[in-house]
């Protein structure tokens, strides 16, 4: 799990760096700098489960404490800067049932629901602020002004 983590938000992280600094010259929103620090976490993580079994099961842990609350900001960041936050939302369910079906895999049963628990917390949170429901709102709006 630990290797799938390093390269997973390595990829995810040169997708960023190739699609907003390069391409936008450097328009990112402020989580780029959050995902930076995270593949650096990543990378300690993997370092440290080589250098010791301890470490490598207290590396399990780094899904629902680690993993869960990283995407979630990262793409906090993204939905406040996407012109499509319902899809930016709709996408991060996918990555966290991705990451609860990882975690079924490495983790036990307590911490899975853990990872679950806390993904469904923060999917709820997602979906239920900032442009998200302003669109819905600004949506409901638009549709009763054009109806009266």
């Not at 990112?28 to 301890?54: K, Q």
């Not at 709709?90 to 679950?116: D, H, K, P, S």
């Not at 628990?117 to 709102?137: E, M, T, Y």
Request: aromatic share 10%; proline share 3%.
């Amino acid at each position: 799990m630990k290797l799938l983590r390093l390269l997973g938000v390595t990829l995810f992280f040169g997708l960023v760096l190739y699609e907003e600094v390069l391409k936008r010259a450097g328009h990112n929103g402020g989580y780029a700098e959050l995902l930076a620090g995270y593949w650096l976490l990543s990378i300690a993580i993997f370092a440290g489960g080589c250098v010791s079994d301890r470490l490598t099961q207290l590396s399990s842990l780094a899904i629902p404490v680690l993993d869960v609350p990283l995407v979630f900001l990262i793409q906090f960041g993204v939905m406040m800067d996407s012109a499509n936050p319902r899809a930016v939302a709709n996408f991060t369910l996918g990555v966290y049932v991705v990451v609860v079906m990882l975690a079924a895999t490495t983790l036990r049963g307590w911490e899975i629901l853990v990872t679950g628990a806390i993904a469904v917390i923060a999917q709820l949170v997602f979906s239920c602020s900032g442009p998200f429901l302003a669109v819905q709102v600004s949506a409901s709006c638009n549709a009763s002004q054009e109806r009266g």
